[in-house]
T-cell receptor
Framework: AQKVTQAQTEISVVEKEDVTLDCVYETRDTTYYLFWYKQPPSGELVFLIR??????QNEISGRYSWNFQKSTSSFNFTITASQVVDSAVYFCALSPTYNNNDMRFGAGTRLTVKP | EAQVTQNPRYLITVTGKKLTVTCSQNMNHEYMSWYRQDPGLGLRQIYY???????DKGDVPEGYKVSRKEKRNFPLILESPSPNQTSLYFCASSLVAGLGTGELFFGEGSRLTVL
């Protein structure tokens, strides 16, 4: 069975601080995808990144970076120099590569960035 | 503009009054699904559809029905809503049902309150 754990329920930081959101997953599949989605206060779900289990290279996109470590089954998300607009709920998700129907979401981490 | 459209966005109803939440996508996606989001539980899948006339239960299907008569539409039906179905609902679609195209495109969400 697949499972995604986001142990941090809520995080609060002050603007310009760096913050890391943790994601730990469990799967028996040898190939899979990992995702991060952002849910701002307006409620929609915004796709941030998809990472194939074959590719353990870390990725950076502007102030966002992702650290994928297969050895620890983790896919952590770091926001550098956080801004108030980063305030949102962030979801980590996992799906097997052969069937995206079985996508599993973590419970989400609510990030609040204070000015 | 490529999008998944849900209606209504907000609804307050009473126990037992049948309601339908519509979902339509304009991306010619094969795969569509419904999720509900509840605090502390993340997103849980209700039903999914791999293609027209093909639907199946997700993790929490009780009290819901779906149909997929056309590729673009995937309505969620609550025949006799109960208060425990008060939730935020998301419709999602993906290009193909398998082979890990992965990324789900979400609608804006429908907040349902059952009194």
């Amino acid at each position: 069975a697949q499972k995604v754990t986001q142990a941090q329920t809520e995080i609060s930081v002050v603007e310009k601080e760096d913050v890391t959101l943790d994601c730990v997953y469990e799967t028996r599949d040898t190939t899979y995808y990992l995702f991060w989605y952002k849910q701002p206060p307006s409620g929609e779900l915004v796709f941030l990144i998809r990472r194939n289990s074959f590719d353990e290279q870390n990725e950076i996109s502007g102030r966002y970076s992702w650290n994928f470590q297969k050895s620890t089954s983790s896919f952590n998300f770091t926001i550098t120099a956080s801004q108030v607009v980063d305030s949102a709920v962030y979801f980590c998700a996992l799906s097997p590569t052969y069937n995206n129907n079985d996508m599993r979401f973590g419970a989400g981490t609510r990030l609040t960035v204070k000015p | 503009e490529a999008q998944v459209t849900q209606n209504p966005r907000y609804l307050i109803t009473v126990t037992g009054k049948k309601l339908t939440v519509t979902c339509s996508q304009n991306m010619n996606h094969e795969y569509m699904s419904w999720y509900r989001q509840d605090p502390g539980l993340g997103l849980r899948q209700i039903y999914y559809s791999m293609n027209v006339e093909v639907t199946d239960k997700g993790d929490v299907p009780e009290g819901y029905k779906v149909s997929r008569k056309e590729k673009r539409n995937f309505p969620l039906i609550l025949e006799s809503p109960s208060p425990n179905q008060t939730s935020l609902y998301f419709c999602a679609s993906s290009l193909v049902a398998g082979l890990g195209t992965g990324e789900l495109f979400f609608g804006e969400g429908s907040r349902l309150t059952v009194l």
